[in-house]
């Protein structure tokens, strides 16, 4: 048992940095105030695009789509440095951990061939058309249409909390072809397709994260569908077990906490019952990093990830809900326009326990998977 | 970054939980709080247990898996000390068992030690009682408990030994906690699994089971805690460890006595084997207060010292 970096992996860290250093404008901080804003999708597409020349954007990705096979902590590594740093990549980061994989997957040659080189190169944004107004944590419960048509589906339907959609290209669209959790397809769909109309729903967590989605008599050609008539369920159940550890969250909440605590060490203030509830913070921070390296060591030696990865996850929720308290009680001044990375990560921070499915499911499958207790009722 | 057991980790794993399978069942007569067996200090110190941190490619993790896992018997030892602090202390040949006596106060296995650790205020000493230098006292907490009366000669520890003591004090906390609230918990899934009440299991509920579950999660993150502590010796890391076993000890330790309702309040059930354990290094070390001034000393680095954006 080692848990220290191998030469490799500080070599990689520290060019990531130092990429970061290079390329992160001056100004950056104050850029970073909304994940799915026009300004923060417009600065990532320029910023993917070098990445992608510097062969850091998808380096464990197969040499076959442009990657270079590294290893999953190559990948995670990655990942840290740039959720700590603000996440430049915007929304892109989905099609770095789980869209483009799907697709190697899942998808047909010409599907691949389409969609999988623009994500290598940095150009594209997509959104995840998955929740609706009647299916969020239950989610197989669904609602959106695509029925068979001449040469492919209408669709019918709407989305909502759909993050991305308003600056993204394509969906990734879960709609019903039957009833049930068999009915469910995948449609890739390009968002300028006629019939979508997408609205921006303000929110607490910034500009341009969260949309509507309405889908009215949408057609799509049948070459749009990935996979089978039927097989959206199994294949968003392999796309997120590849999302559960995707954000290493804990590196910005650390981050910010570290900076929360030099602001209030400088002004004498870190006494009393602060540093209890700073150590309480730090604490929820590193085990939401342990928790989650122990899952990319699974995944490095080829073992399943099990219920480990929803207690991963969960630890995620605890220390961002950490941290963000810490802040919010101790550096009200850093969230009224003295620090815009701080204000960035306590709006955000609400999402960690809320998207890619709610944590109290995560808590679920903890209680059932993980403890073995008994099953509720149904 | 490698999580896996070394083959000398796994085959210690065995080994241990072999010898452990004579210990795992509280004798049904037992009604008490401090339940031990002269016979499981005497099995790990003859199959060499208790130098594991010493032997090459075992080291101080192995020694802390051993804690965590010897920490699941309902039988309180005197492990965590002896194999986790008394290796880092004057080459690993003072006379166990160690023991731990701050500022005056009763502490686990004082009356039993052959060398006791003595934390006045910010000094530290070591001694080796005789009998009458010490004197058993029954309490709540599940451990023998004694307390030092005698005048007994003190030897003071140089200021790098007292550094080394509370790092592996701290480990030894961390490492011994996580295996107690692991063993609380599968009692209590045990109980929520077999009890029913409404016509149905009790951890069935749903307001249990994602109380338990956070319960497993918390253990799950001081697991790592505890490792990654004996593994790199870091002063941040140790505290760290020690704050999270010593603040999440007593929530979980309420919680689960109250999932266990009225039947947790018995001593024919074994629960507060382990978790009248924890309350006992609750206060360890000035409790989680003192643990926490030592994580802003070692783990809040100024700004300027730090190179690039932290995350690693």
């Known amino acids: ?27 950056w901080e104050s850029l970073a105030h909304g994940p799915g804003s026009a300004s923060q999708t417009a600065f990532s597409r320029k910023f993917c695009a070098h990445l992608a020349s510097a062969g850091l954007l998808i380096p464990h990705w197969p040499a076959r789509w442009g990657g270079r096979d590294a290893d999953p902590w190559t990948a995670f590594l990655l990942a840290e440095e740039m959720w700590a740093a603000g996440e430049p990549r915007g929304g892109q980061y989905m099609n770095v951990n789980w869209i483009g994989p799907t697709l190697m997957r899942f998808g047909t040659p010409e599907q691949q061939a389409r969609h999988i080189p623009p994500m290598a190169r940095g150009e594209t944004l997509w959104c995840q058309g998955f929740s609706e107004p009647e299916a969020g944590s239950d989610l197989a419960s669904l609602r959106t249409r695509a029925e068979p048509v001449d ?10 909390w759909t993050s991305y959609a308003g600056e993204a290209e394509t969906c990734f669209l879960l709609a019903r072809t039957a009833p049930g959790k068999g009915g469910i397809s995948i449609f890739l769909i390009p968002m300028d397709t006629p019939g979508i109309t997408v609205r921006q729903i303000p929110s607490v967590i910034g500009e341009g994260d969260i949309h509507e989605v309405f889908l009215d008599d949408v057609w799509v050609p049948a070459d749009a569908m990935l996979g089978t008539e039927g097989q959206g369920w199994s294949i968003v159940g392999a796309a997120l077990s590849l999302e559960r550890v995707g954000i290493p969250r804990f590196a910005l909440a650390a981050r910010m906490l570290d900076r929360a605590v030099g602001k209030l060490k400088r002004s004498g203030a870190f006494v009393g019952g602060v540093p209890t509830q700073a150590a309480r913070a730090k604490a929820a921070c590193d085990m939401s990093r342990l928790c989650a390296y122990g899952i990319i060591d699974r995944r490095r030696h080829g073992v399943p990830a099990g219920p480990e990865a929803s207690a ?12 963000a308290e810490f802040v919010v009680e101790h550096c009200p001044d850093a969230l009224a326009g003295g620090d815009p990375m701080l204000l960035a990560h306590h709006q955000r921070a609400i999402v960690a326990g809320i998207a890619s499915g709610a944590a109290e499911i995560q808590l679920n499958l903890i209680a059932t998977d993980l403890l073995q207790l008994p099953r509720e009722p149904r | 970054m490698d999580f896996r057991l070394n083959d000398d980790q796994l085959t210690l794993a065995t080994a241990l939980d072999r010898l452990a399978d004579g210990y795992r069942e509280k004798p049904i007569e037992f009604h008490g709080f401090a339940l031990s067996a002269e016979g499981l200090d005497q099995d790990l110190s003859d199959a060499e247990f208790f130098d594991i941190a010493t032997f090459p490619d075992l080291g101080p993790v192995a020694a802390a898996l051993a804690v965590e896992r010897l920490a699941r018997l309902p039988y309180a030892a005197e492990t965590a000390l002896s194999m986790l602090v008394r290796p880092h202390l004057r080459g690993g ?16 296995f004082v009356a039993q030690a052959r060398t006791l650790l003595i934390r006045t205020g ?10 009458g230098d010490v004197t058993a006292v029954e309490t709540i907490f ?12 003190r030897l003071p520890l140089s200021p790098a030994e007292a550094a080394t003591v509370r790092r592996w004090v701290r480990v030894a906390i961390a490492a011994e906690a996580a295996g107690l609230i692991q063993a609380a918990i599968d009692s209590t899934v045990t109980h929520l699994s077999d009890r029913k009440q409404f016509g149905r299991p009790l951890g069935s509920f749903q307001a249990l089971r994602h109380r338990m579950a956070e319960c497993a999660v918390l253990v799950g993150g001081l697991h790592w805690l505890a490792l990654r502590a004996a593994a790199t010796a870091d002063d941040g890391d140790a505290a760290l460890a020690a704050f999270q076993a010593q603040d999440c000890g007593a929530r979980v330790a309420y919680e689960l006595h109250q999932m266990l309702g009225a039947m947790g309040m018995t001593l024919e059930h074994p629960l507060h084997l382990w978790t009248y354990r924890l309350k ?7 409790g989680r207060e003192a643990q926490a001034g030592a994580v802003g000393i070692h783990c809040f680095p100024s700004e300027t010292q730090r190179n690039g954006h932290g995350a690693g």
């Open chain 2, 280 to 286: 006992g290094l609750l206060s360890l070390m000035g």
């Open chain 1, 151 to 160: 040469g492919g589906y209408r669709i019918n339907g709407q989305k909502i």
């Open chain 2, 122 to 131: 910010e000094t530290w000493e070591i001694a080796h009682p005789g009998s």
């Open chain 1, 312 to 323: 991963a996850r969960y630890a995620t929720v605890l220390a961002e809900r950490a941290v």
């Open chain 2, 93 to 108: 040949t003072l006379p166990r068992p160690f023991a731990l006596v701050e500022n005056g106060q009763a502490g686990r």
């Open chain 1, 1 to 27: 048992m080692d848990f220290s970096w191998n030469e490799e992996q500080r070599v990689f860290r520290q060019t990531v940095r130092d990429f970061l250093a290079r390329h992160l404008p001056a100004d």
């Open chain 2, 142 to 153: 599940a451990y023998p408990m004694g307390r030092l009366t005698g005048s007994v000669g």
